[in-house]
Nanobody, 118 residues
């Protein structure tokens, strides 16, 4: 059984920073792509950032220059450093990973709330 556990969400003022973590556990052989999505009520879940096992990152235009995705392959963990946060970044953030066990599948975390408000 594979689990993704997110942490690091919370309430922050505009212009502030937060760091999200996503730790994968279980009978993992390898992890390919890891990423972060976010969802606001009434809107479609959107990709925020993704990173390959080799470290190639991809970002949504709305977060380029403010957010940085990284990963520690030895710890099966991905991070999302969020700086210069704006109220429109408020959302539930979900971690996802494409993981090989005895087969390959996409897994999702439970989500963590990020609220940017003064």
């Amino acid at each position: 059984q594979v689990q993704l556990v997110e942490s690091g969400g919370g309430l922050v003022q505009p212009g502030g920073s937060l760091r999200l973590s996503c730790a994968a556990s279980g009978s993992i052989f390898s992890i390919n792509l890891m990423g972060w999505y976010r969802e606001v009520p009434g809107k479609q879940r959107e990709l925020v950032a993704s990173i390959t096992s080799g470290g190639t990152a991809n970002y949504a235009d709305s977060v380029k220059g403010r957010f940085t995705i990284s990963r520690d392959n030895a710890k099966n963990t991905a991070y999302l450093q969020m700086n210069s946060l704006k109220p429109e970044d408020t959302a539930v953030y979900y971690c996802t990973a494409r993981i090989r066990t005895s087969f390959v599948a996409n897994y999702w975390g439970q989500g963590t709330q990020v609220t940017v408000s003064s």
